[in-house]
């Protein structure tokens, strides 16, 4: 792999990392510090491609941006619903009044996590947690807040939108770009292709250095998302080996089919690691130190619980693993013997 820049853009300002593709970068407040969002030129305009958390410091950010602009923007791409990515898309919709395009499912979700639960039970995230084996007091801890941080960083989400489908072509001013999905980080997350630059908007998809978070959360406890995104990931491989990547993380590399190969044997890594371990019964919370090696904050296990589900789902649905519930209502896993 090869990184096309020695550093991280600053915020508030701009840099063309290909003809008629601006690269910007907005802080994040937690250990992933930094988001890289994209502006493609559109005719005499700029569409956007991720916005950022929906905050009053990333607002700020993004008037600065809008004066250094030579056009209007004339569009918002959102690749996928997490809030670092959507937060401030439809106040940028909505502002200049322009279309908002994302795919069907994670527009909707978007639209049902920004609704908040409306009164219902959170029992279920508790039975989440209680077969993960976490502590009484741990899980009062990650499910004392409900749902309610989404709405708090994500602007309104626009009541209509224009739809983002696998393969369709988006065409932006004289560039035809490919909207290519991939699942498992989320359920139908957009990439763009240009194919006449050889350049891929890859979001969370496909990052270097680290790895996107496939989880199975407490809204779909037995999702199938590392399955979703080990079949979506060798699509990529098509595309030709010089593409430039543009991530939501870290730096813009060259380097397609290598990444791929090494995201796959990532998560092999751990399938075998889980399999090894679970030759006598685990727990999901006893099996958490074989695949993350630091110590986890409260946030962080949240999304370490949830991509250990997903690994254990996967062992499952493929017959390496069984799983039953104990006496205490908590999942165990086993080793099936060959």
Same mark, same amino acid.
């Given at each position: 792999?090869?990184?096309?820049?020695?550093?991280?853009?600053?915020?508030?300002?701009?840099? /063309?990392?290909? @003809? %008629?593709?601006?690269?910007?970068?907005?802080?994040?407040?937690?250990?992933? *510090? #930094? =988001?890289? !969002?994209?502006?493609?030129?559109?005719?005499?305009?700029?569409?956007?491609?991720?916005?950022?958390?929906?905050?009053?410091?990333?607002?700020?950010?993004?008037?600065?941006?809008? /004066?250094?602009? @030579? %056009?209007?923007?004339?569009?918002?791409?959102?690749?996928?619903?997490?809030? *670092? #990515? =959507?937060? !401030?898309?439809?106040?940028?919709?909505?502002?200049?009044?322009?279309?908002?395009?994302?795919?069907?499912?994670?527009?909707?979700?978007?639209?049902?996590?920004?609704?908040?639960?409306?009164?219902?039970?959170?029992?279920?995230?508790?039975?989440?947690?209680?077969?993960?084996?976490?502590?009484?007091?741990?899980?009062?801890?990650?499910?004392?807040?409900?749902?309610?941080?989404?709405?708090?960083?994500?602007?309104?989400?626009?009541?209509?939108?224009?739809?983002?489908?696998?393969?369709?072509?988006?065409?932006?001013?004289?560039?035809?770009?490919?909207?290519?999905?991939?699942?498992?980080?989320?359920?139908?997350?957009?990439?763009?292709?240009?194919?006449?630059?050889?350049?891929?908007?890859?979001?969370?998809?496909?990052?270097?250095?680290?790895?996107?978070?496939?989880?199975?959360?407490?809204?779909?406890?037995?999702?199938?998302?590392?399955?979703?995104?080990?079949?979506?990931?060798?699509?990529?491989?098509?595309?030709?080996?010089?593409?430039?990547?543009?991530?939501?993380?870290?730096?813009?590399?060259?380097?397609?089919?290598?990444?791929?190969?090494?995201?796959?044997?990532?998560?092999?890594?751990?399938?075998?690691?889980?399999?090894?371990?679970?030759?006598?019964?685990?727990?999901?919370?006893?099996?958490?130190?074989?695949?993350?090696?630091?110590?986890?904050?409260?946030?962080?296990?949240?999304?370490?619980?949830?991509?250990?589900?997903?690994?254990?789902?996967?062992?499952?649905?493929?017959?390496?693993?069984?799983?039953?519930?104990?006496?205490?209502?908590?999942?165990?896993?086993?080793?099936?013997?060959?």
């Amino acid at each position: 792999m090869e990184y096309l820049f020695d550093e991280q853009v600053k915020p508030g300002k701009l840099v /063309e990392v290909v @003809d %008629g593709v601006l690269w910007l970068t907005m802080p994040l407040p937690f250990e992933l *510090d #930094h =988001i890289n !969002l994209y502006l493609i030129r559109s005719g005499g305009g700029w569409v956007v491609v991720d916005t950022g958390l929906g905050t009053s410091g990333t607002k700020a950010l993004w008037e600065e941006i809008f /004066e250094q602009l @030579d %056009g209007p923007i004339c569009g918002v791409i959102v690749t996928h619903l997490h809030p *670092d #990515h =959507i937060g !401030l898309a439809g106040w940028i919709a909505d502002r200049f009044h322009v279309p908002f395009y994302m795919s069907q499912t994670e527009y909707f979700t978007a639209r049902a996590f920004g609704a908040g639960r409306n009164g219902a039970s959170i029992d279920r995230d508790i039975q989440y947690y209680q077969r993960a084996g976490l502590e009484a007091e741990l899980i009062d801890q990650l499910t004392a807040g409900g749902n309610k941080g989404y709405s708090s960083v994500v602007s309104p989400i626009p009541i209509s939108y224009t739809r983002l489908k696998h393969k369709m072509t988006l065409s932006l001013g004289q560039d035809e770009w490919e909207v290519i999905v991939g699942r498992g980080h989320s359920p139908e997350h957009v990439c763009l292709y240009n194919g006449k630059k050889r350049v891929l908007i890859s979001g969370d998809h496909i990052l270097p250095i680290i790895t996107p978070n496939i989880g199975a959360y407490s809204t779909e406890p037995d999702a199938s998302t590392l399955n979703d995104y080990l079949t979506t990931l060798p699509q990529f491989k098509s595309l030709p080996s010089d593409t430039r990547v543009l991530p939501a993380h870290k730096l813009p590399f060259v380097g397609l089919h290598q990444r791929v190969d090494e995201l796959i044997e990532h998560h092999n890594n751990h399938l075998s690691a889980l399999v090894d371990a679970c030759q006598t019964p685990q727990t999901l919370v006893a099996l958490l130190p074989v695949m993350f090696k630091r110590k986890l904050s409260s946030r962080n296990m949240v999304f370490a619980v949830a991509e250990c589900m997903s690994h254990l789902n996967y062992l499952v649905e493929q017959g390496q693993l069984t799983r039953y519930e104990n006496n205490g209502g908590v999942y165990e896993f086993s080793a099936l013997t060959k």
